[in-house]
């Protein structure tokens, strides 16, 4: 009877995997041939994707509902590339090429006026508010953001500031997005620089410097921290910290749908210059 039972189990789980459609293979530039690193792989919102690691590689299970939909690829610097299922489905291991984006210079405006170095976002923390994503597939990344106001004021940006915590992690990668607002939400990204980095994970205030990377913005824009887990991680390893009051956003999945929620910030500020 054990035996029977245990037979019974195998030839369910074998029907199951047989239903997904697995997608595998690496993401590469069209123009060199190298690997693309965390390029954003899914299901555009609704909340099914991943992130190729830092070879390329990616791993993509979906279930078979969505075998009529279309994969979007979508990685700082280069074009996006929508596949539909079917077609990427047929191919094993896939192997997508994204084409670099001809990226114009930012204009820069010298103000007369003497510039200060400000704060803006929510720069404050209360110890009994965190942030964490629900439980999804292990490839799976989460994003929260937050909305920085800007008022009209040209800004030179200086650095992004998070209060992360970790009771597994000393270290992880991390990604800062920024994002135009479109219709109350992140919208189109602000600028085509990747900014992927290795971030202490122990509980504290992290830095990134955005000062070499010469960014200035003259509208309000989202900010956003996008978890990168490494192979096999655990997602809910990751903490991040907030504060009672306000409103920040997140979604589940790469190129999920975002969603805001009000009643808690995100712990999450840029400095500027301005």
Same mark, same amino acid.
């Given at each position: 009877?054990?035996?029977?039972?245990?037979?019974?189990?195998?030839?369910?789980?074998?029907?199951?995997?047989?239903?997904?459609?697995?997608?595998?293979?690496?993401?590469?530039?069209?123009?060199?041939?190298?690997?693309?690193?965390?390029?954003?792989?899914?299901?555009?919102?609704?909340?099914?994707?991943?992130?190729?690691?830092?070879?390329?590689?990616?791993?993509?299970?979906?279930?078979?509902?969505?075998?009529?939909?279309?994969?979007?690829?979508?990685?700082?610097?280069?074009?996006?590339?929508?596949?539909?299922?079917?077609?990427?489905?047929?191919?094993?291991?896939?192997?997508?090429?994204?084409?670099?984006?001809?990226?114009?210079?930012?204009?820069?405006?010298?103000q007369p006026r003497?510039?200060?170095?400000?704060?803006?976002?929510?720069?404050?923390?209360?110890?009994?508010?965190?942030?964490?994503?629900?439980?999804?597939?292990?490839?799976?990344?989460?994003?929260?953001?937050?909305?920085?106001?800007?008022?009209?004021?040209?800004?030179?940006? =200086?650095?992004?500031?998070? @209060?992360?915590?970790? $009771?597994? /992690?000393? !270290?992880?990668?991390?990604?800062?997005?920024l994002y135009k +607002?479109?219709?109350?939400?992140?919208?189109?990204?602000?600028?085509?620089?990747?900014?992927?980095?290795?971030?202490?994970?122990?509980?504290?205030?992290?830095?990134?410097?955005?000062?070499?990377?010469?960014?200035?913005?003259?509208?309000?824009?989202?900010?956003?921290?996008?978890?990168?887990?490494?192979?096999?991680?655990?997602?809910?390893?990751?903490?991040?910290?907030?504060? =009672?009051?306000?409103?920040? @956003?997140?979604?589940? $999945?790469? /190129?999920? !749908?975002?969603?805001?929620?009000?009643?808690?910030?995100? +712990?999450?500020?840029?400095?500027?210059?301005?």
């Amino acid at each position: 009877m054990k035996h029977a039972f245990t037979l019974l189990l195998l030839l369910i789980a074998i029907g199951s995997e047989a239903q997904s459609i697995r997608l595998w293979g690496a993401v590469l530039s069209a123009n060199t041939g190298q690997p693309l690193p965390y390029v954003n792989i899914g299901i555009r919102n609704k909340n099914i994707g991943t992130a190729s690691d830092g070879q390329g590689q990616f791993i993509l299970s979906l279930p078979p509902a969505h075998a009529q939909d279309t994969v979007t690829f979508s990685a700082v610097g280069y074009q996006e590339q929508a596949v539909p299922v079917r077609e990427l489905a047929s191919i094993k291991p896939l192997e997508v090429r994204l084409q670099e984006k001809a990226t114009s210079l930012q204009e820069v405006v010298v103000q007369p006026r003497q510039l200060k170095i400000r704060k803006l976002g929510v720069t404050g923390r209360l110890p009994v508010v965190w942030g964490n994503p629900d439980q999804r597939e292990g490839r799976d990344i989460y994003e929260f953001a937050n909305f920085i106001q800007v008022k009209d004021k040209p800004a030179k940006l =200086l650095s992004a500031h998070f @209060y992360l915590s970790s $009771a597994k /992690l000393d !270290s992880a990668m991390f990604r800062i997005n920024l994002y135009k +607002s479109h219709n109350g939400l992140p919208g189109k990204r602000l600028v085509e620089q990747s900014i992927v980095q290795r971030l202490p994970a122990t509980e504290g205030w992290v830095h990134v410097d955005l000062k070499a990377l010469a960014i200035y913005v003259e509208e309000d824009f989202y900010l956003g921290i996008e978890y990168l887990p490494a192979a096999g991680a655990d997602r809910m390893a990751i903490i991040l910290g907030g504060k =009672l009051g306000g409103s920040s @956003y997140s979604r589940k $999945a790469s /190129l999920g !749908s975002w969603e805001k929620f009000v009643g808690a910030s995100l +712990s999450g500020y840029v400095t500027v210059l301005q």
